[in-house]
């Protein structure tokens, strides 16, 4: 490695690969799992709430093997497939109901709950997953990383909808060049950007303007409510809308701002240059703040309240 390199967010120079081989060297008994928690201890990685990030510790931990750069220690565990044992939500909890038609109007008070914080057995929970990974066309089943569950209910508790909020893409060039953002500031940000990465609106649900309108709510409240669990607000929300499905209709009736499309990369792209083909997707982008840019493209720019 002849130059520091920005790798999983942090700058990786000689120092830093030397601290790792130090602590391999040091302590080859220990776990992938005890290492990446003695990283983050070391370097002091933490999210806004004062947690240590030890499984972004561990991902670059992996990706400086995947170079040749460390020798990690053989994995304790080697599942055949990591979800094949995960308990899958109880399909009985997300049984179709019978179609839903109602003006909005009639619907009204919705009930919007953020669930990610509850314990895995509560019953929102435990429906929020349900629901997505039944209903949902890409399903789902758990979240990992920063991110907020929004389960949506009218005024007789009937489920209308589940919105994800979770970590923004690494890199995206629409949304890179309407930021402004230059690969260091990107780093320094990235976490202050959310990305909407399911929104269910269930199939026997009709009701006309209920999408915008609930893209409309829960932005007003995503900052404060990601603030509340992880100590840092979120200035810009994103979401990738696949076109060979949708015309992304609620995105633009709540006033979010297409500015571009992918070019069907992947996350799983390697470093020797092999690359897999994914769906080309619009690229939407709504702002929390009215000096987004600002914030983004300045590492040392203060964070005055939303």
């Known amino acids: 490695m002849t130059e520091a390199r920005i790798i999983q967010g942090r700058l990786i120079g ?22 990446s928690e003695q990283l983050a201890a070391l370097w002091q990685w933490r999210n806004g709430a004062g ?10 931990l992996l990706k400086l093997e995947q170079r040749g750069w460390i020798v990690l220690p053989p994995r304790r565990r080697i599942p055949s497939n990591r979800m094949r044992h995960k308990q899958l939500p109880s399909p ?37 997953d349900a629901l997505l990974h039944q209903h949902h066309y890409l399903s789902h089943r758990s979240s990992v990383g920063e991110n907020l569950q929004y389960l949506v209910r009218d005024a007789r508790a009937r489920p209308l909808a589940c919105l994800l909020f979770g970590a923004a893409a690494w890199q995206c060039a629409a949304r890179d060049h309407y930021i402004g953002w230059n690969p260091w500031a990107r780093t320094q940000r990235l976490q202050f950007l959310a990305n909407n990465t399911r929104f269910l609106i269930l199939p026997w649900v009709r009701v006309e303007h209920l999408a915008s309108h609930l893209l409309a709510r829960i932005a007003r409240r995503l900052s404060a409510d990601w603030r509340a669990k992880y100590g840092h607000p979120i200035y810009l929300i994103e979401t990738f809308v696949e076109q060979r ?47 987004f840019r600002q914030h983004l493209q300045h590492p040392t720019a203060p964070l005055t309240p939303l």
């Open 92 to 128: 009985t909890l997300a049984t179709p109901q019978p179609p839903l038609n109602q003006p909005l109007k009639e619907l009204l008070p919705l009930v919007i709950s953020e669930c990610s914080c509850l314990d895995k057995d509560s019953g929102q929970r435990a429906l929020f």
């Open 245 to 291: 499905r949708f015309q992304g209709t609620a995105y633009r009736a709540a006033n979010w701002v297409r500015v571009g499309q992918t070019k069907g990369r992947t996350r799983q792209d390697r470093p020797d240059g092999t690359w897999h083909q994914a769906a080309i997707k619009d690229v939407y982008l709504y702002p929390l703040h009215r000096r």
């Open 51 to 60: 947690q240590l990030k030890d499984m972004a510790a561990r991902t670059l």
């Open 14 to 35: 000689a120092t830093q690969l030397e601290q790792i081989r130090h602590l391999l060297l040091s302590h080859p008994d220990w776990s992938r799992r005890r290492l």
